[in-house]
């Protein structure tokens, strides 16, 4: 029988009625002749309850003190989603992400997924049982409980496609797929029936918020297809597969913007070879995950160097700005919070020269200045002014055609 | 070092205050030159929410998937409370039943101890951090989470005291320690400095609850000295340790009393050998357990046959004896749910003939009746109408001089 694995979010799982109505999904994909892997992640807030309550009992949390509370969460709705199967007469059985077999490494709170055993998933599927296992979780090499940080359970469900030979993951969130721009900006954009990898990983790096960008990459590493679909609805949602040569790709797929980003600038930097180099080595020895980067024309000698990273990061990044500046005898440091990233993004691009024009004049045409660009093949970023940013992405979607037919 | 096994129920870490307050106990401990091994169960209520939980959920609740439910709790006191220890400058790491080593057999939600490995905590403690382990938990020999059921984590400390030779197991709870009556009943009762295991064991099975039967049972079976403690007092409470036979021991310890049981009584039984037999061991294939049994001297060629046992058990117990007496024709099942065990407990009773001639005549003094009796070598019970049962305690505990001295 062909396997699927079946995520289910936070907000999939928030409550007992939310529990059951899984449960019965389950039980009809079963009955429609699949088999099913559940994968569950921890009830709507418990997290943030969890996290409230580690706050007020100390100051200090160490990562692995951390992981084994957070993973308490996902114990709970795991274990009632399988009582919940019980009563509907499937077998089911939950499984910690020690018990799939699931190894990381030893960094707590963002651990690395090494390897997938599932031995115990497949003898469970084998005795016609459901298994039900913990999203975010493993164990590390250490014999240690590790969580898998951002974007954690759907990675676990990816993973497990991939080791136990799933036709399918599915993902189930409390949106309906994946858009052609965020429906709140945007209130006539429409769902993609399908979009390959890449551009899931452009539009996950650019701030669409339904995948996290590891596990789009885990999926297309080992072919996974992906389906993510709601779990209120439950009708068909955006299936994310590989790119079918054989067909003619949109031009543009996806509008998307991201402010959590801020700009940087130094200025009067010495324009001499290895300044640079020297800058953003030391940011990066900082963990500063530096994004788009602008260097002017020089004048007398000098010139302005601006680049975006997070906005968490800029402390660090300001610190390290002020010390090369005095080692090296730039002016000034300038950070500008009020920008957002605006991107389209499309496979189409790659054979399409014209979409850098057109972005560039539907910003003009109604006063958005640009102020920095980056580009990949199949996407196009605009750093714009951030009160801007929601106009700039209904603009672009009109321009590229995005809107729903009428 | 001495090594300390700290065993801290629901109450003492019920919230993030009293977590904090069992950190400052244990970093005490230590500074005082002993090594620490903390045991807890969960938070106050939260098994209860968890069970109200699963109750929303589903009517079937398979045992596997309720202990996977319910040992979320520990994970989530023993996290906080390493954390709380973390700022204290105190290392310490929390362990599962599984990663504890503690060995289990299949039975779920009432799981049997087979096996304590603790490698894992004698490393710990090797290398100067505070194991803190879950308790109630463990891991069954197919790797399935199992719960150890009534008084468990008290079981996991004493198990583990044990296992790592420790010193002695202290039980933190709500109360002082083990009490010549309950305080409720008896206002003057005194907490006992020490007891003996013989003492606690009769003490627990006949109504005390400080400490549950099976806990004393394995620290008697293992000699571990328990000592039981208030964590809201931290005062010295009272130690259960091995009789000591150079010392004259008090003659009764402690009065007790226990409205669990109901007494059933089948009138006109055949009084013919091989009948009485038939009956109680029907009972016990049916699991009822019975305590107390009374058979009436022979009128006619029959007697009538009494018998107490829990009032949880009585329904099964009644469509025993039905059965039975259809069979034999027995003349009535008499059902009396108002009854109560009262007991004197003390080891000093096996060279003092008097206790029983004193217990008749204290409760005779009254016109408290008694309905039926049985005794240990240590221990004298006496089954009365329920409505008297408190004003038998506080005659008892006078009629034996247990008052605290005024």
């Known amino acids: 029988m062909p396997l699927a694995v079946q995520k289910f979010g936070g907000t999939s799982v928030a409550d007992a ?4 109505a899984v449960a019965d999904h389950i039980a009809r994909t079963r009955r429609e002749g699949d088999d099913v892997v559940a994968v569950v992640s921890a009830m709507g807030k418990t997290t943030d309850d969890l996290l409230r309550l580690a706050g007020d009992v100390s100051s200090i949390r160490p990562g692995r003190e951390l992981d084994m509370l957070l993973t308490s969460g996902e114990r709970i709705s795991m274990a009632l989603l399988c009582m919940a199967l019980a009563e509907l007469g499937v077998a089911a059985a ?54 898998l940080g951002r974007g954690g359970s759907d990675t676990t469900a990816v993973a497990l496609a991939a080791a136990l030979g799933a036709a399918r993951c599915e993902i189930y969130t409390d949106v309906s797929g994946v858009f052609t721009a965020d429906p709140r900006i945007v209130p006539t954009a429409r769902r993609l029936g399908r979009i390959s990898f890449e551009e899931m990983l ?49 031009i543009v797929s996806a509008v998307t913007s991201d402010t959590s980003e801020a700009k940087l600038t130094i200025t009067k930097v010495p324009d001499r070879p290895g300044i640079a180099a020297s800058l953003f080595r030391a940011l990066a020895d900082n963990n500063v995950n530096v994004d788009m980067i602008v260097q002017n024309t020089s004048h007398d000698g000098t010139t302005d160097i601006s680049f975006t990273a997070p906005r968490s990061e800029m402390g660090v990044a300001m610190k390290v700005g002020e010390e090369l500046g005095q080692r090296i005898g730039a002016s000034e440091l300038l950070l500008d919070e009020a920008v957002a990233q605006v991107s389209v993004v499309g496979a189409g691009m790659r054979t399409n020269p014209g979409v850098t024009a057109t972005m560039f004049e539907a910003l003009a045409a109604v006063g958005i200045n640009i102020q920095m660009i980056s580009t990949s093949p199949i996407r196009i970023s605009c750093l714009v002014e951030a009160s801007t940013a929601d106009r700039a992405v209904r603009v672009l979607h009109e321009a590229f055609e995005l809107d729903s037919p009428a």
């Open 17 to 20: 009625d939310r529990i059951r």
């Open 94 to 147: 939950s499984f910690t992400g020690s018990q799939a077999g699931i190894i990381t490494d030893e960094t707590h709170t963002k651990a690395k997924i090494l390897e997938v055993r599932g031995d115990r998933l497949r003898e469970a599927l084998a005795d016609g049982v459901v298994p039900v296992v913990a999203g975010f979780q493993g164990v590390s090499t250490a014999r240690d409980v590790t969580t």
């Open 202 to 250: 452009e539009i996950a790096a650019t701030g669409g918020r339904v995948l996290s960008l590891r596990s789009v990459e885990f999926a297309r590493n080992h072919h996974v297809p992906l389906h993510v679909r709601s779990s209120f609805t439950w009708e068909p949602g955006t299936w994310v597969i590989e790119e079918d040569p054989s067909m003619e790709q949109p």
